[in-house]
């Protein structure tokens, strides 16, 4: 006789439930899980790497447009200005210290020394469509070039001056006695050093001083300019 009585399957062994992992330990998985081709982690390092030598290809090619020999690169700036600075103090003295194109014409402030970047496209723009690239359009338009570089410097207080000279720090008693006076009176006036330095490292142009005293009046709500000193030849003032 069978027995049709079913053996009953044997009962699985318990087992403990799989602990879930952390949040931290979630938080890291997901970082490195992959996505695409790439996990999250390797592509901020990868873009950490990349930003770091994006910079470092910026901060060299803006250094390099920092240099005399990239500002004099164009004949307009060789063949005029930089010709005349060469005659200057600022480029040859007893003290061996000499001031770049730079050091007059760009900020050392980050913010500032953008901007000016920016705007110095327009240059490489005129450059391209040889606005001043003879002598005789270059002078045509040098008072007018001198105008925007005299604004610029009255209006920032002579901010590139001052990288390397401020009254602060000036010593009077070292002075030659007329250097000496006029620097008090302009501490006492307020004045800053385009007042009374233009044309210290480039020659004037015809009808500068009818300018610049315009230029001033514009600036200074219609008040009449002050009794300034202007440099002549080589950068040395002489009383107007």
Request: hydrophobic content about 40%.
């Amino acid at each position: 006789m069978t027995d049709n009585t079913a053996t009953p399957a044997p009962a699985a062994p318990e087992t403990t439930p799989a602990k879930a992992p952390g949040r931290l330990r979630r938080l890291w998985g997901w970082f490195w899980s992959p996505s695409g081709t790439l996990s999250l982690g390797a592509l901020l390092i990868v873009g950490f790497l990349g930003g770091i030598a994006f910079w470092g290809a910026f901060h060299t090619a803006l250094e390099a447009t920092n240099t005399e020999a990239f500002c004099v690169s164009c004949h307009e700036m060789e063949a005029n200005v930089f010709r005349e600075y060469r005659q200057t103090v600022h480029y040859t003295n007893r003290t061996g210290v000499r001031a770049v194109c730079t050091d007059c014409h760009v900020p050392k402030d980050w913010t500032h020394k953008m901007i000016r970047k920016v705007q110095a496209s327009n240059d490489l723009l005129q450059h391209i469509l040889g606005t001043i690239d003879t002598p005789e359009k270059f002078n045509a338009r040098r008072l007018h070039l001198a105008t925007n570089v005299w604004r610029a410097m009255k209006t920032t207080d002579s901010r590139e001056c001052r990288n390397c000279h401020d009254f602060i720090h000036m010593d009077w008693s070292v002075q030659e006695k007329r250097s000496a006076e006029n620097h008090q009176q302009a501490v006492k006036n307020a004045n800053t050093c385009i007042d009374c330095h233009r044309g210290i490292a480039h020659r004037l142009p015809a009808g500068a001083q009818e300018a610049a005293d315009k230029l001033w009046r514009e600036l200074s709500n219609g008040a009449a300019a002050p009794n300034a000193t202007v440099p002549v030849g080589g950068g040395v003032a002489a009383p107007r």
